[in-house]
């Protein structure tokens, strides 16, 4: 029941902001957006309202904050991952504890101190090959990663505009 209501009020907040962004009435598309972000904190929905929103108003170094403050939630919820693969290692399972670590890996790269933390060399060694793949996404530019990491946003809101659309 909770889902339903969840979804229900998300479907009214996408209707609403898209309403106010077709209008151009930017300022209270924000509004709404930034309201919604208070209620839920980690809500992709106002996240890529709030960019899109900027970048309409052409507020690119806000927009490229909004980039940024995702990006640490992201960061630290991996976190989690670190958790667990040590948790599996603890019990035997090797797979597992070293499918949380490349998982981890993939999505923090550039984080160095993953290694003391990891109780096996086997793991450790997957976590290598992992990490040795990752390696080119380290060398991107942080504009060419905001820039790259924008344009998606933008695909994702463009696909969220469909979404709606249909839904009506």
């Not at 889902?3 to 106010?20: A, G, I, P, S």
């Not at 990491?149 to 809101?157: A, H």
């Amino acid at each position: 029941m909770e889902n339903q209501n969840f979804e229900k009020e998300r479907l009214v907040f996408l209707e609403q902001y898209h309403n106010l962004f077709r209008n151009r009435m930017y300022p209270d598309a924000l509004a709404l957006a930034e309201e919604r972000l208070k209620k839920l904190p980690s809500d992709v929905d106002a996240y890529a309202a709030i960019g899109e929103t900027l970048i309409a108003l052409d507020l690119m170094d806000e927009a490229r904050e909004i980039v940024l403050t995702v990006e640490k939630k992201i960061s630290a919820m991996t976190l989690v991952l670190t958790r667990l693969g040590n948790l599996f290692a603890q019990k035997g399972y090797e797979k597992d504890s070293q499918l949380c670590f490349q998982k981890f890996m993939v999505l923090r790269p550039s984080f160095h101190g993953i290694q003391e933390s990891i109780p096996d060399a086997k793991i450790q060694q997957g976590i290598q090959e992992t990490q040795s793949k990752t390696t080119a996404r380290d060398k991107d530019s942080s504009s060419e990663n905001v820039s790259h990491t924008l344009s998606e946003w933008l695909k994702n809101i463009r696909r969220i505009k469909t979404h709606a659309t249909v839904k009506k």
